[in-house]
T-cell receptor
Framework: GAVVSQHPSWVICKSGTSVKIECRSL??????MFWYRQFPKQSLMLMAT?????????EQGVEKDKFLINHASLTLSTLTVTSAHPEDSSFYIC?????????????FGPGTRLTVL | GQSLEQPSEVTAVEGAIVQINCTYQ??????LSWYQQHDGGAPTFLSY????GLEETGRFSSFLSRSDSYGYLLLQELQMKDSASYFC????????????FGKGTKLSVKP
């Protein structure tokens, strides 16, 4: 089946620093990748949709200058949390869209747990 | 606005059958998906319904009624490893649209 990886799996950083999270589709090409944030015991909230070769589409309330997304190739998207603050501590999950016949399925990465001190 | 409702918690015993319901109010509905998420892990895809009816995949089945804006996930022959959170997610905006997730149902399977 389709595999999506994320790196790093966890990161602890100081307030004010920037953190980059990578999302890769390992065995398929993904023209579209999605970035979600999940707080403890909460649902997944879509942050942005990343399309290869074009600017990301951000959901309402998500600051595009704070959460920089780059979809450099059909297998790689990156999310950079700039000037991170403790309130940015969360579980960040990416997903990649794969087309399997008539079905359009999103495959999720294992997530990155960000802790900002 | 868009909203999905599903029970917050369900408890069942090993070997039993459990049904997790999901009702939705969305515009641009295209299909209903179900995902499983174990604590600390990523969601894994279980099933997808675009048309009314039942989709069966092993011990799991998913049902959709578009006229009732309702679907459910049916888990049979429950096993301890099925203890997890289950999210229904509505796809909106067409075949290339986004997923809107429900708040999840935490299933606890007891011996």
């Amino acid at each position: 089946g389709a595999v999506v990886s994320q790196h790093p799996s966890w990161v602890i950083c100081k307030s004010g620093t920037s953190v980059k999270i990578e999302c890769r589709s390992l065995d398929f090409q993904a023209t579209t990748m999605f970035w979600y944030r999940q707080f403890p015991k909460q649902s997944l909230m879509l942050m942005a949709t990343s399309n290869e070769g074009s600017k990301a589409t951000y959901e309402q309330g998500v600051e595009k200058d704070k959460f920089l997304i780059n979809h450099a190739s059909l297998t790689l998207s990156t999310l950079t949390v700039t000037s991170a603050h403790p309130e940015d501590s969360s579980f960040y999950i990416c997903s990649a869209r794969a087309l399997a016949g008539a079905k359009d399925t999103q495959y999720f990465g294992p997530g990155t747990r960000l802790t900002v001190l | 606005g868009q909203s999905l409702e599903q029970p917050s918690e369900v408890t069942a015993v090993e070997g039993a059958i459990v049904q997790i319901n999901c009702t939705y109010q969305t515009s641009g509905f295209y299909g209903l998906s179900w995902y499983q998420q174990h604590d600390g892990g990523a969601p894994t895809f279980l099933s997808y319904n675009a048309l009314d009816g039942l989709e069966e995949t092993g011990r799991f089945s998913s049902f959709l009624s578009r006229s009732d804006s309702y679907g459910y996930l049916l888990l049979q022959e429950l096993q301890m490893k099925d203890s997890a959170s289950y999210f229904c997610a509505v796809k909106v905006g067409g075949s290339q649209g986004n997923l809107i997730f429900g708040k999840g149902t935490k299933l606890s399977v007891k011996p």
